[in-house]
């Protein structure tokens, strides 16, 4: 093959496929904190973590010093349904923003979930059927994790019960609707059908719900159900190794062509996307074989890396779960209203964490409506309608693209595309007619939460 | 490359990829009638199109000898973003059925508009600009159509008028917000922008709209604005030859493999896709090279080739459009209001009337709450949640697989699979709470409208 004619979109070959998830855990000097249980702030050992999680899942959660994990021939078969993804050369916005920077991304939208949250959707749901379990509970906010579990769970002939945070139950009626339609079951959360559910109504009548409130209903359910474990799909470390197909893909299809990456960018909610993308990446970072700018983008609005404290912290509003150390907003911290996407839990995965922590990458906030914008302009030129939460990259991208046309260099520039926007209309709606805002939590508003942190010494 | 290893998804090469669209008309014994100025009922001459559509265009709708037509490198390098688009080895939905059959479905819905019609829009935004108009205009229903417009004409930078059926803009406003991302005005038609629109709503104030209404907008616009034309994304034989380069991929990537299908299926609306994906088949079948069973689908509701006359018809309610020979249910017919999804046209494409006409294509029609039954079942297994428009031919093709099973047979069935249902979640939610019903025009209905059908000897 002639490796200076670069395609417009790069696939690599059935042959070529990553067999391997990498965890980068193996590579790094200062390992993540351990999960600690709540009641004796002692790490989680593997038979307490088997109540809550499917045995492989556990001790792919514990083990840090594994580099690479194989990819069972089951899940590699699924992923032939949509994988690989392509990574594109964006020559439409290089053209479009007239800047010498080259820009690719890796389009992480084609599959029916419309985001990478299938990447470990399947593999949990592979490991539950193979456990013999009946079926995964797990919760949901805007809905792109709960699609691609019940379309997994449909594929392995699953249960899967979803808790989907009432106001996105409501007010997201299509999303619920993909799930049922794969066969999950969707229940609004707080609900009555858990006794942590029934606590928070009680406390807070009419509440809306939130993503913490409706991890600590699917945790309460699977475990007082008989052959049933929760999955969570982000935050966790086993996602973000089932995630590591993104960047061992995206970094096969760089190879093949001899292209070297100077910046690489991803969103940054719990960390699962950009855990992956930038994992191979990192991981030769950790080594001293190569550098890289890695740069993770965060709203504003919800600014876990770049405001955040870092810190045990519960991972859920009933505080059924574990602690866990990673850079938070304290446990009780909701999003403004007016925040439109997902990248809304007030943590962040606890490997990215400490990468950031160890200055190995970059983080920035940028604030919606210039993501919006962003997400418009890309839209218009590359064909794609991207979810809020990737056009975060986006931005950062453009921005980075920009900057190389004042400066005159030609810098490579990978960024993330985790999903397609089809279910956010309603935010394009407000951006399009020019009622979407801003907001940025003030100092005050972030010192209340943290005064709540629990007192943990790490 | 083995032959004999079929991969789960056959994807051609940059170099197989089709360079010309071929014009099925050529290969007709029985031409499809000509189009027909309402006025004098002679044939519209080029002239007298080329006031409404783009000259190339014209010449291409008139063309009925030149069996190929060189694919402009622009619309060549725009067909990159999405095409080739894959045709998928069902494995997942024949083991569902427990079936010998041989099951492949081609997958146009892997772009931002979501379906095929994509494939025309580019070709017709193209030769917009290439004519160096200022824009188009259109009109959608569902939105499939407009959404596609809109992205090609942001990509070449023209304005984009869209018309949409009132009811649909009302009810269906993501769609309308995707046309808006991509820089389309969108207007609710009937409008009090132009006297057709004036016109009707005095008649029928209040009206909810429909396709034949938006259409004679559109066209209206269009003539009354300098440096505009209208552009339509089916029925029109111009329409069937940029869409055939889905048949040709689809028989190339077949030949690659050495395989001949026995059945080709495709759900039949104006007739686009169906036109589109049968044609270098058909053209076998025309010059007597192969044979094949080709089976059009519609819905039970809207049946314009099963139950419709074969007759000269207004294209369009306000009757601005020239008169076209076809398959027809009378341009006043509009589908049942329970009716969810697409292929409400009144009509149906001058050639696929034709080839139907010569009894070269089979037609049956199916009943809505069958069409989404098959779509659940295919979502579940195949992870792609389909379009209430391509789950006609899915629920045929499932059938064809069905009586396989029975008879033992190990027949290879093709199927178009044109889109993805991400905007139809409504009518989802309807079959999942069990409130679809099903609704087949009666004799007596149908008659009242054949009654209006103008008197024109063919």
């Known amino acids: 093959m002639d490796k200076k004619k670069i395609p417009y979109k790069i696939y690599l070959e059935e042959n070529e496929m990553p067999a391997k998830w990498y965890n980068v855990r193996a590579d790094m000097k200062n390992k993540p904190a351990p999960l600690l249980n709540p009641a004796t702030l002692k790490p989680m050992t593997f038979d307490e973590l088997r109540q809550v999680f499917c045995d492989e899942l556990v001790q792919q959660e514990l083990d840090d010093t594994t580099p690479y994990f194989d990819i069972p021939q089951e899940i590699q078969d699924f992923y032939k349904m949509y994988r690989p993804s392509p990574l594109v050369r964006a020559y439409c916005l290089e053209k479009e923003l007239d800047t010498p920077a080259k820009i690719y991304y890796k389009f992480e939208g084609n599959n029916t979930s419309g985001s990478h949250k299938l990447n470990s959707a399947i593999a949990q749901a592979y490991y539950a059927k193979k456990q013999g379990l009946k079926g995964v509970t797990t919760e949901t906010g805007a809905g792109q994790w709960g699609t691609a579990l019940s379309m997994a769970c449909s594929y392995f002939k699953l249960d899967c019960k979803v808790f989907m945070v009432k106001v996105s139950y409501e007010q997201k009626p299509f999303r619920r609707e993909v799930m049922r339609t794969y066969g999950a079951s969707v229940t609004p959360s707080p609900s009555e059908t858990t006794e942590v559910g ?261």
């Open 198 to 458: 029934r606590r928070i109504l009680a406390a807070h009548p009419g509440t809306s719900g939130s993503l913490g409130c409706a991890i600590s209903e699917a945790v309460e359910t699977a475990m007082s159900m008989d052959g049933y474990r929760y999955v969570l799909g982000s935050v966790l470390t086993q996602v973000l190794l089932h995630q590591s197909i993104i960047g061992l893909e995206t970094k096969a299809a760089l190879d093949k062509y001899d292209i070297h990456p100077d910046i690489i960018i991803g969103c940054a909610g719990g960390g699962s996307n950009l855990g992956g993308l930038i994992s191979p990446f990192m991981g030769e970072k950790l080594r001293g074989e190569a550098d890289y700018r890695i740069i993770a983008v965060e709203p504003a609005s919800c600014p876990s890396l770049t405001r955040g404290r870092y810190a045990y912290d519960f991972c859920d509003t009933g505080m059924v779960c574990p602690l866990a150390k990673m850079y938070t907003l304290g446990s009780n911290f909701i999003p403004s209203a007016n925040h439109a996407g997902g990248l809304r839990y007030h943590g962040m995965s606890s490997v990215v964490s400490q990468l950031y922590d160890d200055k190995l990458l970059e983080a920035i906030s940028v604030e919606q409506t210039s993501v919006f914008a962003a997400a418009e302009q890309f839209a218009r030129v590359e064909g794609i309608l991207p979810a809020p939460e990737s056009s975060h990259a986006i931005r950062a991208a453009i921005d980075e693209a920009l900057k190389c046309k004042e400066t005159g260099e030609e810098k490579t520039i990978v960024f993330g595309l985790t999903g397609t926007g089809y279910f956010d209309m309603t935010a394009y709606e407000k951006y399009n007619n020019g009622e979407m805002s801003d907001y940025i939590p003030t100092d005050e508003e972030l010192a209340k939460e943290f005064a709540k942190l629990p007192k943990v010494e790490a």
